[in-house]
């Protein structure tokens, strides 16, 4: 009925409606080239981005068969080409900034700290490594490879090196103008990264499945050479087994820094047109370490144990049945302990924060809010093993070794995990004490702390541009910001609203030394898997209830993840170990 | 330092520590049972969501492989066990209303409309349909089936009676008091129901493969009965083939209607201990239906003509290679012509969202926020799907049938999830024209409709319960409310603030048309993998490229992503239909 009035309407008025046809178009055009809605323009660059990923996913899949006809070097030029585009954006942004170095640029100093990137740089390091032992050890095929293998690693020594300079100068900016353009670059760079984190961990299963492979037929064939890679024909030079073998220690470092770029860049992604609130107060975190004994001795124990436990596994496996038996129990009391010190550690942090009650801080921050989400869902894969390493204890009718080890262990895990996750989340989520106060037995109830504190003192984000260099007064004048000035430290800064020097007090003390207890606990759960202590593969009881192939796809798809947990969850708590 | 300090100082005072130790224990008395962190307790309770499901999981993999330990009755004995829990749990919840209702409820208005409840019970009354054929298959096999297989479809008709009762009466609740009991009993649904989502389709997965695979060695073996469960003894009443063959026709049902309660309960979840903007205004939805003319037209052509398709595709693919091989032809012609129909529905939608510039509705409204996330993240499937065809087909050497029709409707299906996603997302977040307005061409340019639009007017949300039932002053007075008087359609209350009736503009015709059409073309795209038209399977390209596990691995895990990605877009497309 509506549309035939319409069609009346229209044709009676032919005179008009070209008029209108051309302020239609004109409105059009508006809409095209004026802003697009955020929320729109944050979903068209992040399906995007997941396509490019899914691309990449595609491609590792068919690879995954050996005849496949899609072969190592359609993937490798895929992400040569990706890094290419992203070198270029790179380029342009920072060409774009300098051009606009007259304009105030907002930037979110939550966004990355000194130490976050500073540890990021050594990864890069390590990684442009492994790029120069690759580009040697692909030279040495030169006669019979594509020559894609040797452009790879040389494109991505230089990503590496253009994208470490980014994280250092740019990654906190708030993109205020070409915000599309701007969404679409970022957005690239993060699923870049995540495609080369994808690629990197399929090198490395590939890699410690080989190895294991060898282990299993060690007995008969005795002459396969450790972890090198197939090549169609003869090495021409005399280092390639010392480079092979040199470039694979290297692969857990790497794996990190991607998955850490990405993160850091999706944190620069959501702060894309943010208004960032001006009026908060921030307070620079100055890290204290008097006091500290009990969690740094246990803590390096740890490590120190782990680094024993590591070195005896791995050269155990090699030995016969019940060396290689010995060493799976060993490695599972030794984990049972590490796991119940950990528990403890953070079962006594919550019962502190039961007992010290205090408002939460619920400002806006994309990079807290990712934190949370990154050490939820990336406890999914070791809770699946563990569940799955459950199932198989309880429905296994005969009795094979390791069995009672094994559950306790899963179990741990679980828990461990279910309990460090609320104590960090719970750590970065409470507002910080308000350090004037002397006495710290002063009665905690909630009313006296939300009303004694200064208006919430950590919400952390502030206009670095606005302040002059000198970190005193807020000029809002129009600074000439250099960029290679713009990273300093926030602890240069502390003098901005310096905290009075005040002695820790008792229940800071025990949660300082819990939070470096549960890193250094952490970083030695890191290195155990990093380089191939994995018994899950090596005690048989899973795989004799899910079979070889099923069970494998889950520790491929658990293990990954659960290093990046780990290694997440060191970054998490060392900004806990700050800010308690 | 500062630990020996205490130390000393606690070992000199131990007259008083003991006091103070007496209120530290009154203080963590207090933290425990007072209110627990927000952010904190939802963690805790989706830590143990999560898990739910992840044991779950474990034992389907496990089942998966048939000679294993864990028998189906063992996963069916464990989804019992979590229904009874959560039938409790609701039992609970409602004698607490009960008890509670003189004080008042909160209410979400915008949880949930009464079409997702009507369509949600139309799918319970199927979901109950096959539990009652299930029940007279199991009893046919008692003598030789464990008691579980009997048990399981009564508990689950329990369970799914009460829960669309509790959807009706509480869904929209907003839970204020036992938050933290509140919590994990509505997680627990949550999961609970998806793992009935994961199991329902890892059964009908198991009758397509089995079904698929009868079809390719049609010819070797003629005499396996269809779709027929595996049991171990023979039936004892005549209608057992009959039985099993109804049920599986209503496997799609069960499934969309186990993860569309999982959506809402999630919704619910959010809810808990949230404070809601009572100062809002709510504008009532009037559906209007007059010049709608193009759209359902096209949009019932596409329906019938699927259908159509649909009979063709299952017969003809019972017949030769070559029947085979035309059923393929015509399914990718089809799906063509669809896709290309949706493609440039949406994008005139979003075209004319272009030339009509609206600002944004930001007000908080986690049901819309899960809709965004449930669209993008459930297009992930299909979208990793077409992917590995465009792989396949550029890296054939070979020429094989449908190679060129494949990759269309491959670019096209990414396309379309991607333009039709922007489309609904962008629907619902723009703010609803303001409609008292009466000259369709008025200039558009953002200010002007800024300003002349009154404050934000669809925030939508509103406390149901501080209304008196007449709907017209808003008393909140102490209100005696009738729990079965509580779910009224918001049509009823559509006199509190009638918009004024005016007829539709062009661009808002324009708008509903492309909704219907799109809603029933995602019907259309709903139906054909339901029930079982999945050429995936059936043109061998794939297959050819990435091997049979690997890419039955990918289709599985893609084709129940889609199949609810099309049942969400059509529930969401029909909030688009109602706002613009």
Same mark, same amino acid.
């Given at each position: 009925?509506? $549309?035939?009035?319409?069609?009346?309407?229209?044709?009676?008025?032919?005179?008009?409606?070209?008029?209108?046809?051309?302020?239609?178009?004109?409105?059009?055009?508006?809409?095209?080239?004026?802003?697009?809605?955020?929320?729109?323009?944050?979903?068209?660059?992040?399906?995007?981005?997941?396509?490019?990923?899914?691309?990449?996913?595609?491609?590792?899949?068919?690879?995954?068969?050996?005849?496949?006809?899609?072969?190592?070097?359609?993937?490798?030029?895929?992400?040569?080409?990706?890094?290419?585009?992203?070198? &270029? +954006?790179?380029?342009?942004?920072?060409?774009?900034?300098? *051009?606009? !170095?007259?304009?105030?640029?907002?930037?979110?100093?939550?966004?990355?700290?000194?130490?976050? !990137?500073?540890?990021?740089?050594?990864?890069? @390091?390590?990684?442009?490594?492994?790029?120069?032992?690759?580009?040697?050890?692909?030279?040495?095929?030169?006669?019979? &490879?594509?020559?894609?293998?040797?452009?790879?690693?040389?494109?991505?020594?230089?990503?590496?090196?253009?994208?470490?300079?980014?994280?250092?100068?740019?990654?906190?900016?708030?993109?205020?103008?070409?915000?599309?353009?701007?969404?679409?670059?970022?957005?690239?760079?993060?699923?870049?990264?995540?495609?080369? +984190?994808?690629?990197?961990?399929?090198?490395?299963?590939?890699?410690? =499945? *080989?190895?294991?492979? !060898?282990?299993?037929?060690?007995?008969?064939?005795?002459?396969?050479?450790?972890?090198?890679?197939?090549?169609?024909?003869?090495?021409?030079?005399?280092?390639?087994?010392?480079?092979?073998?040199?470039?694979?220690?290297?692969?857990?470092?790497?794996?990190?820094?991607?998955?850490?770029?990405?993160?850091? &860049?999706?944190? =620069?992604?959501?702060?894309?047109?943010?208004?960032?609130?001006?009026?908060?107060?921030?307070?620079?975190? @100055?890290?204290?370490?008097?006091?500290?004994?009990?969690?740094?001795?246990?803590?390096?124990?740890?490590?120190?144990?782990?680094?024993?436990?590591?070195?005896?596994?791995?050269?155990?496996?090699?030995?016969?049945?019940?060396?290689?038996?010995?060493?799976?129990?060993?490695?599972?009391?030794?984990?049972?302990?590490?796991?119940?010190?950990?528990?403890?550690?953070?079962?006594? #942090?919550?019962?502190?924060?039961?007992?010290?009650?205090?408002?939460?801080?619920?400002?806006?921050?994309?990079?807290?809010?990712?934190?949370?989400?990154?050490?939820?869902?990336?406890?999914?894969?070791?809770?699946?093993?563990?569940?799955?390493?459950?199932?198989?204890?309880? *429905?296994?009718?005969?009795?094979?070794?390791?069995?009672?080890?094994?559950?306790?262990?899963?179990?741990?895990?679980?828990?461990?995990?279910?309990?460090?996750?609320?104590?960090?989340?719970?750590?970065?989520?409470?507002?910080?004490?308000?350090?004037?106060?002397?006495?710290?037995?002063?009665?905690?109830?909630?009313?006296?702390?939300? @009303?004694?504190?200064?208006?919430?003192?950590?919400?952390?984000?502030?206009?670095?541009?606005?302040? *002059?260099?000198?970190?005193?007064?807020?000029?809002?004048?129009?600074?000439?910001?250099?960029? #290679?000035?713009?990273?300093?430290?926030?602890?240069?800064?502390?003098?901005?609203?310096?905290?009075?020097?005040?002695?820790?007090?008792?229940?800071?003390?025990?949660?300082?030394?819990?939070?470096?207890?549960?890193?250094?606990?952490?970083?030695?759960?890191?290195?155990?898997?990093?380089?191939?202590?994995?018994?899950?593969?090596?005690?048989?009881?899973?795989?004799?209830?899910?079979?070889?192939?099923?069970?494998?796809?889950?520790?491929?798809?658990?293990?990954? $993840?659960?290093?990046?947990?780990?290694?997440?969850?060191?970054?998490?708590?060392?900004?806990?170990?700050?800010?308690?």
């Amino acid at each position: 009925m509506s $549309l035939n009035k319409y069609c009346q309407s229209s044709s009676s008025s032919s005179s008009s409606s070209s008029i209108r046809d051309k302020k239609v178009f004109s409105k059009l055009k508006l809409g095209l080239t004026g802003d697009y809605p955020k929320k729109n323009a944050e979903l068209l660059s992040a399906q995007y981005g997941i396509n490019l990923l899914l691309v990449g996913v595609a491609l590792m899949l068919a690879i995954a068969r050996h005849d496949s006809f899609v072969k190592e070097k359609d993937l490798l030029s895929f992400t040569t080409g990706l890094m290419i585009v992203q070198l &270029l +954006w790179m380029l342009w942004y920072i060409v774009m900034r300098h *051009s606009q !170095r007259k304009k105030q640029t907002q930037r979110d100093v939550t966004a990355t700290t000194c130490w976050i !990137r500073g540890g990021l740089t050594l990864l890069a @390091v390590l990684s442009l490594i492994m790029d120069t032992l690759k580009i040697g050890y692909f030279v040495s095929f030169r006669s019979c &490879l594509s020559a894609v293998f040797v452009v790879y690693p040389v494109i991505h020594a230089i990503h590496t090196v253009a994208q470490v300079h980014f994280v250092w100068f740019y990654i906190k900016d708030v993109i205020k103008s070409f915000e599309t353009f701007g969404r679409f670059g970022v957005i690239h760079a993060v699923f870049t990264n995540l495609l080369l +984190w994808c690629s990197s961990v399929m090198s490395e299963t590939e890699h410690f =499945m *080989s190895n294991h492979m !060898r282990r299993i037929f060690a007995l008969e064939f005795e002459n396969i050479t450790e972890g090198e890679p197939e090549v169609p024909c003869n090495c021409t030079t005399t280092t390639c087994s010392l480079l092979s073998q040199s470039f694979t220690y290297l692969f857990p470092f790497n794996i990190e820094y991607h998955i850490f770029v990405s993160a850091l &860049l999706f944190v =620069m992604w959501k702060n894309i047109g943010r208004t960032i609130d001006m009026s908060s107060n921030r307070k620079s975190l @100055v890290t204290k370490t008097q006091g500290l004994t009990l969690g740094p001795i246990l803590g390096l124990l740890a490590l120190v144990s782990t680094i024993g436990i590591l070195v005896v596994y791995i050269t155990r496996l090699e030995g016969s049945l019940e060396v290689r038996q010995s060493a799976i129990s060993m490695f599972y009391i030794y984990g049972i302990i590490m796991l119940l010190v950990m528990v403890s550690a953070c079962a006594s #942090g919550l019962l502190i924060y039961r007992v010290k009650h205090m408002p939460f801080d619920a400002s806006k921050n994309p990079s807290r809010q990712l934190d949370t989400e990154l050490l939820f869902g990336f406890s999914l894969g070791s809770w699946l093993m563990s569940w799955c390493s459950i199932v198989s204890v309880f *429905s296994n009718p005969s009795d094979p070794p390791h069995r009672w080890t094994n559950l306790i262990y899963s179990l741990l895990i679980i828990l461990e995990k279910y309990v460090q996750n609320l104590f960090i989340i719970e750590s970065l989520y409470r507002q910080q004490e308000n350090v004037q106060r002397t006495d710290p037995e002063l009665p905690a109830a909630p009313e006296v702390f939300s @009303v004694t504190l200064s208006p919430p003192s950590l919400n952390g984000i502030i206009n670095q541009a606005y302040e *002059s260099p000198d970190g005193g007064r807020s000029s809002v004048e129009n600074e000439q910001e250099d960029n #290679g000035q713009v990273y300093r430290c926030q602890r240069k800064q502390s003098d901005v609203r310096l905290p009075v020097e005040e002695p820790l007090n008792m229940k800071r003390l025990v949660l300082k030394n819990i939070a470096i207890l549960l890193l250094l606990c952490n970083i030695s759960l890191w290195i155990l898997p990093a380089f191939g202590c994995r018994p899950q593969y090596d005690n048989g009881l899973e795989e004799e209830t899910f079979g070889f192939s099923v069970w494998a796809t889950v520790v491929n798809f658990a293990i990954p $993840l659960n290093l990046f947990y780990r290694f997440h969850s060191v970054g998490s708590l060392f900004e806990v170990f700050r800010r308690v």
